[in-house]
Structures are given as structure tokens and as C-alpha cells.
């Protein structure tokens, strides 16, 4: 493993060289409880929907789906909803879920056909006795609820398709587009706190994986008392120490989101072999603070309150 503290400085001038300020990458925290936005990735202009939503009232819940749904229909993210690049036989998948202030939850996984997976995971959580709907069941259930049918394969994922296949190689590559997600936790103008998770996948998965995207506890937590946190990289690490309930615990026992997401990424590093993966977790306490932590440099995040929208660099484990 490579010297801590020679990579923090190299970290240091490495970031200035990309335009993203160091000193913000540990501890944030809002100055007051005002509506907030944190995401995965670089999406500002998607945080900007969600916090326009959120200062005209909208709760935080309906607030990130909007965010999300934008995303979702962005044919050029090619790792979440139409676009999406597909499973190893040529199927765009999509996974998504939702949880609330309330402690309710909605997934959909391993569903075709369907362009907004986010809506549909709150139309489960609203409208059906159980937290997950899978596959042919969740397709059917949308279309009967009003979701229109949608071929998800665009010409330019079946270029890439049609390429991977000459080799047929499976590899993911860290934080390169092919196994990230999309996801953002919030906090509204009554400081209620909600989260949701959007996904195509790994791309050319074996036909039927599910990461942990739309997995409670896994992908996404939220406990309204402490705070949430949300996931993001090679899903099966994330499964296997089901990484944003551990987060949200870790704030209840009095670490800061940064810390939580620290000893998050900390329990794959000690259990697992790291060394071509990336996790990246981001969290928000109820607060108003906010940090991110990954396996590997080069995760970002995006933060958005009212006189602030910026993309930061994650410290990481290597």
C-alpha cells in the first residue's frame, strides 16, 4: 500500500490541477439547516433541480426523484436508465430505490423496459404491501400503474456492446462509467431527510445480477433521527458489509458522516482484496453535515445549498 502521507500530498496538488479545493473534502458541514443536496459523482445540474424543487417546498423525497429522473433520461449517462449500457446478452436492466423521513422504502430491480426506475420504486413503496418488486413482476406492475414501455438500448450502448463482445472481457474499470450509479441524499426545508438510488448495473453483467443499488441498507439508508448515506462503485463489496445502514450507525455512535464513511470503506479494505475496486460512500447527519470517503482517489461528489453548487474531491483509503 502506497505511503498515506505521501498520497495526501500528491492529493493536494493533484486536486488544484483539476480545478476541485482540498479543504473541503474532510469535514463539511452546513451553517444552518437550509435545504441541502448531496450526490454522487458530478451532477450539478441535476442537484440544481432537486434544490430549486426543495426551496419551492417540495419534500425532500419527491424533490431527488425529479433530480434523479433527469439522469435517468440522459441517453449520454451510460450508467443509469435509458442508455444504459447492458448485460453481457444485450439486456438494459435498470435498478432503483427510494426511502423517506418516514422509514418507508420502495425498490425495483432487474427491470427492462421501464425509463424511470426511481418513480417506480416510490410507486411500490406507496401503493404495495412490500418494499421490493423484481423483474417481470416489477415490469408488470408499472405498466399497470400507468409507466409507458420504453426500448432502453440506444445506439450508442449497442455500439459499445458490440465491441465488448468481440473480446467478451469482464473487467470493471475504477471510475470509469461502466459500474456507478447515481445516487443523492437531501435534506428539506422542514429538515426531513430522504434518499434514492438509480442504476443500470455493472455493465455486461451475467444476465440477472442485482448490485446493491436497490438494496435497503445497502445502496441507500436513511434514518431521519441520524442521517443517510449512499453508495456508489462495485456493488458486491457494498453488499457484503451492507455499507450505508454501517454508515448511518456509525453517525448514530457520534462519528461525523466522513468518519462513518471512513471505517465504511475501512471494513471492505480489511476483509477484501482492493486493489482494482472502487467504493465511494457520501453521507449527510441531521445535522446538516455532510463527507464522503472511497477505496480509491478520484471519487467525487456533488454538494448544492442556496449559494453553492460544487463538484469535491473524496479522500480515499489509498
Sequence with gaps: MRNRRH???QFVLGSVGIGLTPLTCSKEKSVSNEPLVVTTWNHKETNKITLDALNKGENALDAIILGIRKVEADPNDMSVGYGGRPDRDGHVTLDACVMNHKGEAGSACFVRDIKHPISLAKAIMEKTPHVILSGKGARKFALENGFNETDLLTPQAKKAYEDWLKEGKYKPIINIENHD???MISMDKNQNISGGCSTSGMAYKIHGRVGDSPIIGAGLFVDNDV??????????MVLKTLGSFLVVELM???KTPTEACEEAVNR?????????IQVGYVALSKSGEYGAYAVQPGFIYTVTKNGRNEVLQSKSYY
Design 7 to 9: 498520497f495526501l500530498s
Design 181 to 183: 450509479t447515481v445516487g
Design 227 to 236: 442521517g443517510a448515506a449512499t453508495a456508489t462503485g462495485v456493488g458486491e
Design 252 to 254: 448514530r455512535n457520534g
Design 268 to 276: 471492505i479494505v480489511k476483509k477484501y482484496d482492493c486493489k482494482d
